[in-house]
């Protein structure tokens, strides 16, 4: 089993920063890939960002393209997303999530759900105008 512990996130206005971290721990050896999902209210939960556990080929959602940037640091053992050029529609539960045996951070944004092992327990984003 891997845990995933979520950090950051809180209030920013928009056009503003902010930035989420995710520490995993447990059976890292098994990862592939690690990404970002998020759930708005009465929305369902959507592929926000995604890499390989190596660092590698990040890939991300048509809405986040160009102003969120996912990268993996390996002395911490986390994946961070940085998050740039907020607007009101960022404003969401981010959780954390690992690929259930292997996949590519393109195949995490294709399967969606369908390919996640395991889940953080989500941090608040909200952006106000």
């Known amino acids: 089993q891997v845990q995933l512990v979520e950090s950051g996130g809180g209030l920013a206005q928009a056009g503003g920063s902010l930035r989420l971290s995710c520490a995993a721990s447990?059976?890292?050896?098994?990862?592939?890939?690690m990404g970002w999902f998020r759930q708005a209210p009465g929305k369902e939960r959507e592929f926000v960002a995604a890499?390989?556990?190596?660092?590698?080929?990040?890939f991300y959602a048509d809405s986040v393209k160009g102003r969120f940037t996912i990268s993996r640091d390996n002395a911490k053992n986390t994946v961070d997303l940085q998050m740039n050029s907020l607007k009101r529609e960022d404003t969401a539960v981010y959780y954390c999530a690992v690929s259930r045996g292997f996949s590519t951070p393109q195949g995490m944004a294709v399967m969606g759900l369908r390919v996640v092992g395991s889940w953080g327990q989500g941090t608040q984003v909200t952006v106000s105008s």
């Open positions: 890499i390989k556990w190596s660092g590698d080929s990040p």
């Open positions: 447990g059976r890292t050896f098994s990862i592939y890939v």
